[in-house]
């Protein structure tokens, strides 16, 4: 893939509705600026992204994870989005672990024949995969799941 | 593993390339219960901005969410700032100038300059 970074831009349709939704009603916007603060976005996941890796480094991890997220908002002086992220974060965790739960019960409904122990084995590799593995691999067993 | 769309974004499927905004462009079903639109942002196309970081190993999810959610709050607080600029002008379409004006007189936009042409 021969794109430059600022050139995997996030969809026009969420962007354009994000911008409508925290506008007055009855305001419009250019083509020409809704482009632009699209890849302002852009610009912006790819600043904290450094940001944030640079947290994750000093701390001595290769994986990013959300405080390191967190930390690098202050850094870029967006403190102001720290309180709703870390809601909207305590939200996301909770879902998560709602969804866990209800595929885990449907794992224990298949195996009920099998051992126990298995079962506690594979859910503690599930919750290190959670944290450590690319998404690619959880992409592709959501895909499964679906 | 999440059996569900991830986060809420209108994409069920999240393999497409960057240039696939087909699918973006599909209704934001209001399905269902709470949280159920956590982020509008997809979390693939999210995904695949942190990885064009060459410095970047690895990404757990929540991060990845996390960030998906500061950008929609980052558009939300660009677009309010330069409509300031727009109601200045008496106007009610906001223009490329109003963000340029926004990104020139707040701070915390500094990073911009520069990036958007």
Partial sequence: MAERPEDLNLPN??????IKEALPDGVNISKEARSAISRAASVF????????????????RKTLNASDVLSAME?????RFITPLKEALEAYRREQKGKKE??????????????SEEQDRSR??????DEERIEEEQNEEDEVDN | MAAAAPAGSGTPREEEGPGGEAGAAQPQAPTSGPGARLSR?????????VKADPDVTLAGQEAIFVLARAA???????????????QQGKRKTLQRRDLDNAIEAV???????????
């Fill in chain 2, 107 to 117: 701070d915390e936009f500094a990073f911009l300059e520069g990036t958007l042409d």
């Fill in chain 1, 45 to 60: 996941v790819l600043y904290a992204t450094s940001c944030a890796n640079n947290f994750a480094m000093k701390g001595k």
């Fill in chain 1, 13 to 18: 349709a969420v962007i354009t509705r994000i």
């Fill in chain 1, 75 to 79: 850094e870029m002086e967006f403190q």
């Fill in chain 1, 102 to 115: 209800a595929s885990e019960q449907k794992k224990k409904d298949k195996d009920k024949k099998t051992d």
């Fill in chain 2, 41 to 49: 942002l997809p979390l693939a196309r999210v995904k695949a901005l």
């Fill in chain 1, 124 to 129: 503690d590799e599930d919750n290190d995969e």
């Fill in chain 2, 72 to 86: 929609e709050l980052f558009v939300e607080t660009i677009a309010r700032d330069a409509y300031c600029c727009a």
